[in-house]
């Protein structure tokens, strides 16, 4: 039995609108005690947001963060599973997207997200096929410390 993207995502996403501010998703963030949220517009998943986005597109560009909008500097297109998806397969499609978090949308519903250290905490048989994922595709400098510390 192959293990399902459905098996592992968290359900509950925190999101925030793609109009409002980055002080606003900030916070958000900090009051969850979470390193990215989803961005939506119009009910839709549109984006996501992450730590690494607020460092490298706002802190490092020197922008503010009261008059800066979510939209301005999410990542985009998102790169979604979806909950049908084999594990296996989101786990190869973030290697090879360089990215350790990837939400699960159905069509354009926003089902749930799944990262890259809930597949490997999830089960001893997903630490032998990011082994072996990792033998086939480096993984990115930012993913090495995930995988040293639950894998290697």
Known sequence: MMLKVEDVMVESVITVDADATVMKAVKIMNENEIGCLVVVRRGRAVGIITERDLLKRVIGKSKSPSRTKVREIMTKPLI?????????????????????????????????????????????????????????????????????????
């Open 80 to 152: 979604a599973g979806q909950p049908d998806m084999d594990l296996e397969d989101a786990t190869r499609l973030m290697f090879e997207k360089k990215i350790k978090k990837l939400p699960v949308v159905e069509g354009s519903r926003l089902l749930g997200l799944i990262t890259l250290t809930d597949v490997a905490r999830f089960q001893p048989q997903m630490i032998k096929i990011l082994k072996k994922l990792s033998n086939q595709v480096a993984p990115p400098q930012r993913m090495k410390k995930v995988m040293n510390y639950y894998v290697c």
